[in-house]
Each structure stands twice: as C-alpha cells, then as structure tokens.
C-alpha cells in the first residue's frame, strides 16, 4: 500500500486531487494535497463561449483524474492532462493543422511555449513574467469573464469594419464611373463622397454604445 493510498481525508476524493510527495531515497516525509477550484466566473464564460459554438479545450500537466473533475464541474468535454509544455505546443499544432484558429489563455511558466504557438494568446496579469513575455495580450484584471467580452467587441469591430468596405466599395463602383462620364456635377460627386466618409464613421461609432 502506497502512502497516498494510507492518507485519508474526511470528506476528500484524493483521485481527483494533485498529491505532492516530500521524500528522500528513504522514505516519504510529507504529502501536500493540492485542490484546484475554478474561478466562480469560469462556468459562465465556458458556457457563453458553447453558445457561440466555439470548442473549449482544457489541457494540464495536472494528473487526469483532477482534471476531468475541473472538467466535468465546467461542463468542458476536451480534456487533456499529465501534458509536459511541449505537449501542449504539439495539440495546439495538430488543431491548427485540421483548421482550428486557437485562442489560447494561461499563467504559468510551462505555458510560454504554446502562447508563443497560438494564433492568439492571453496571459492573466497575475500569471508569471515569462507566459506574459510570450502571449499577445495580457488581460490585467484578471477577470476571465472579460475575455468573452473581449471576443464579442472583436468580432462586432470585424462585421462593422467589413460593412464599411462593402458600404465604400459600392459608393465608388457607382458614383466615381458616373462623375466621370458626366452624369454627376464635381460638387455633388464631392459632396456625396463627403457624405460616404461620414456614414463610414457613424457606422464606426456604432461600437462605443457596445456594453458587455
């Protein structure tokens, strides 16, 4: 029987925990149990994002039965654990070998390397100095819920920004061929485009009345 197996804890499933052993080549001096806890916003921000039919992925160098726990309590169904950091780099590759455009977040040292590998990255503002050296952005309030608002503001910014080139487009196929055959006066065809520059900007402002 292990010593891990000997340690009983009231009320504690040690399966679905992380257990440090403090030992020399003798024998086992101390175990530390570690029981990680989502953050109370998480479930929230994995449901959102099931909303929007994005896959979430968990992946951990914790040991499996700790995080299908953490799993199974956000309702993720990707889970991949007792992953070394080069272990991670490599799943992320293989999602964006089979198309996957990855956003990928963390905090620790032995994430540096697959923010450094995701097409986006976000490191928490009080993870380590080196994940933060390696993501592209760092989200300082810590606030994991603002990574979903973040994503909502990004891609309303994407459909205004294509309406506008769709907007200048068709202005300019249709007035510029007609100013130049003479069918539009200079002061009108000026005028008019005055007018599409300031439609083009109050669609832009569109997107400082956007609450999340």
């Known amino acids: 029987e292990s010593p891990i197996e000997k340690l009983q804890l009231d009320n504690v499933n040690l399966k679905e925990m992380t257990v440090v052993a403090l030992a020399t080549r003798e ?5 530390f149990v570690f029981d990680d806890k989502p953050r109370d916003e998480a479930k929230s921000l994995v449901t959102n994002l099931h909303n929007e039919n994005k896959t979430v992925t968990l992946m ?16 993720i169904t990707n889970v991949y654990a007792d992953l ?3 272990d991670k780099l490599n799943r ?12 990928m977040t963390g905090d620790g040292i032995n994430d540096a390397p697959v923010l450094a590998g995701a097409n ?20 300082l309030s810590n606030h994991i819920t603002h990574l979903y608002s973040g994503y909502r503001v990004a891609t309303r910014t994407l459909v205004i920004i294509r309406q506008n080139l769709a907007w200048a487009f068709s202005y300019n196929l249709l007035a510029v061929p ?9 002061w009108l065809a000026a005028i008019g485009m005055s007018a599409s520059s300031l439609v083009v900007v109050l669609n832009a402002l569109r997107l400082t009345r956007t609450r999340y």
């Open 60 to 75: 951990t160098g914790d040991h499996k039965s700790a995080a299908l726990r953490i799993a199974r309590d956000l309702g």
């Open 27 to 31: 024998k086992v001096h101390a175990l």
């Open 84 to 86: 070394k950091p080069a």
């Open 92 to 103: 992320v590759r293989d999602m964006q070998q089979h198309g996957a455009v990855v956003a």
């Open 178 to 186: 007609a100013a130049a055959m003479g069918y539009v006066e200079p």
């Open 120 to 139: 986006i990255s976000i490191a928490m503002g009080s993870g380590t100095q080196l994940a933060a050296a390696h993501a592209d952005m760092i989200l």
